[in-house]
């Protein structure tokens, strides 16, 4: 699950070191992180449990480190073999950066639980791995993002298994 985290912090950009990834929209990314929406502590055990989720398997930041500019969840999914797990995401970077970097392909603009976001995938992933979904917020956006890196057997694509996460959980994000 840990690929789950890694990955989704690249689609964004987040990094200082290359050319052309996404740079904070603050001066001070980690006060603005400060005042995102945790998706830790926001999204209840209860509702987690019942999409299929391990809430045993909750990991908070980038292995254990909060990332600035940035709140981050990541739990297994239940129903699967280890691989096969979901981050949700709260950022103060914008969706213009993510339909900006070149390794986010094959864009799709949707509607989910009445809200319009944006799907897509890294190009480092194949089609039947990865899922990512992001729906701008005030503060930034907040993402879904469902990997299959780990599981040799996959019989479920990744957005249709994301689907009824995000139906779930998209009505938790702020506006």
């Not at 964004?12 to 990834?21: A, I, K, P, V």
């Not at 989910?112 to 917020?137: K, L, M, W």
Request: charged share 20%; with cysteine; aromatic share 6%.
């Amino acid at each position: 699950m840990t690929t789950v985290v890694c990955g989704v912090l690249a689609v964004s950009g987040c990094s200082t070191t290359e050319s052309g990834n996404a740079q904070p929209s603050s001066a001070d990314p980690a006060a603005a992180a400060a005042a995102l929406w945790d998706p830790c502590s926001q999204i209840p055990d209860s509702m987690l449990t019942s999409l299929g989720l391990d809430v045993a398997s909750k990991r908070s930041g980038i292995l254990g480190a909060e990332e600035p500019g940035w709140k981050i969840c990541a739990w297994d999914d239940a129903n699967y073999p280890s691989g096969f797990g979901i981050g949700v995401f709260s950022t103060i970077h914008t969706v213009d950066e993510v339909r900006a970097k070149s390794t986010n392909i094959e864009f799709k603009d949707v509607v989910i639980a009445g809200r319009d976001g944006v799907q897509f995938r890294q190009s480092h992933y194949d089609a039947n791995e990865d899922c990512s979904i992001v729906f701008p917020t005030s503060t930034g956006f907040t993402q879904l993002d469902m990997l299959n890196s780990g599981v040799k057997e996959k019989s479920v694509p990744p957005c249709q298994r994301l689907q009824p996460i995000a139906e779930a959980i998209v009505p938790l994000f702020p506006k």
